[in-house]
């Protein structure tokens, strides 16, 4: 069953665009995951310190399995002190559409 | 440039199923238009009435032509009636990821 997340992450002033980075480079990670359907790093055009991620994976289990990978661990390290709390995920569940594995 | 979005949709108690199905019959207008990359609909699973759409364009220009096309309308008619005001939209920037147009 296809897994869906949405993540609504808040940088200390200042640090968005290094925020994205971080994103962006450990998202890298998941390009020869073929579980990985999309994993897209976007800048709020509302407030200036946000980032959201959006992601389709083919399930849950694969996705716990990506984020398992010792490689991710450094972004997480060098991401978390630059954000004002912890990443708000937001929990979804995929039922149609297109991009939808079939 | 990408153009995304994330919309927010609450239906009325009762109501999101139907409101999913409409959605997701409507996005079938989307599925040769090669500038829609993706447009996934979700149900929350921490709110009962509300559903998630997030959508990629390969540009904003494409998908405005694509919500004026008069095929959607009658969707957006029935749609409508059914939800707790309007939908909410959330203006993000798409700038890196997988998923994203080279």
Chains 1, 2 share one sequence.
């Not at 971080?22 to 310190?49: K, P, T, Y």
Request: glycine content about 6%.
């Amino acid at each position: 069953m296809p897994y869906a997340l949405i993540n609504k992450l808040t940088a200390k002033p200042g640090q968005r665009d290094r925020v994205a980075q971080i994103l962006i480079e450990s998202g890298n990670l998941f390009d020869d995951n073929a579980a990985c359907i999309f994993s897209v790093v976007s800048e709020s055009a509302q407030e200036a310190n946000v980032l959201w991620v959006t992601d389709l994976w083919t399930s849950r289990e694969e996705h716990e399995a990506a984020l398992k990978q010792p490689e991710l661990r450094p972004f997480v390290e060098q991401a978390l002190p630059l954000l004002e709390g912890m990443p708000e995920q937001i929990e979804i569940r995929p039922i149609g559409g297109k991009g939808l594995p079939q």
